[in-house]
């Protein structure tokens, strides 16, 4: 666990775009080097977002609190001094369809207007989601816990009037600079099989299942391809950019489409948040695809062990900027992660047997692939 070890513990978080992350992307390339392989840095530019303060809510009747909120990248800005204005709900905010849909409350000011929005996660404290998908909007917005949003939900549903003053305020910046490593494993053909996971993380987390995991299973799975004879030309790759928006494996995909390479890609596994939960969960298409892992994991008497759930591709990781291109995909990620994006998503919780095995399971399924693909 030495690579997670590095990542989790020594570095700690590595936002994109920050010097930590640079240094993290050093650190995997001099680890590639080590077991012989001469990786490549990938830079790219992205727009950015920062918050300008951390926002505040303040609930002003019935009952006075301050609650405590996380801010939304790529949102808009209230003015300086906020906003103020009854809660109602307005509907449900499709962060990642069927793993995070939030409800999300609208801030009416006196005039009647819209003015800023509350998305309410689950779990006991908002945690930072930077990351809207590929989304720029324009309202102010800002995440609450569900629990510390109780006592509010309380007195909307008993139909008291809930007034609520929020300063939010964030910039955009223009090019973040980030960084994809990417180790190239030749194969008897030029045909590619993409094994990635992102090793950047959001601030103030160490993000050791969120994915110091997954970037120790792509080492582990380069040493093994290491010595295997392998029909496939590999590219083992550690993202950047993910949590802002899977800005890294965009940017892979559409530099190999703009330089005609796109076509030898064949399929794309990814890694990320490993080492915890309750079950595997695997998102993989087309059906045919995900058929083929299905068939490989219970011949090979995965599906035994452990509850594996499969679902049809859904946006949540970099397998998605793949999916985009029609490129076979799968997610590989063990379900649910309590600590991710907190700060205690700390090394001395990935829990070393899950991550053994989805990293085995993983790896099962690859040398099924090198047999051949569709
Ligand atoms: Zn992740």
Redesign the pocket.
Known sequence: MEIAKQLAQEIGPRVSGSPKELETAEFLSREFQKIGIEPKIQKFKYLGWEQVDRPSLSVLCPTKMDIKVSPMAYTGSTPRGGVEGILRFHGIFYLFPRLMELPKYAIIDDRGEKVAFLLVQPGSRSRPIPNPWLQILQDPMVLVGEEEFKPILKAIESRKDVRVHLEAMGKYVQSFTSYNVIATLEGKRSETIIIG??HDSVEGSP?AN??AS?VEGIFRMARKLLHKKRNHTFKLITWGG??WGLFGSQYFVRDEKERGSIEQVKACLTL??LGCGDFLWIWAGPPWFRGRIEATLKNSGFSEKREIRYEDTLIG?DDWSFSVENIPHALFMEWPAEN?HFPSDLFENIDENKLNYTVDAAYAVIEDFDKGLK
């Open positions: 996971g992102h993000g969120d994915n997954g993910h949590e990320d948040v990781s991710l």
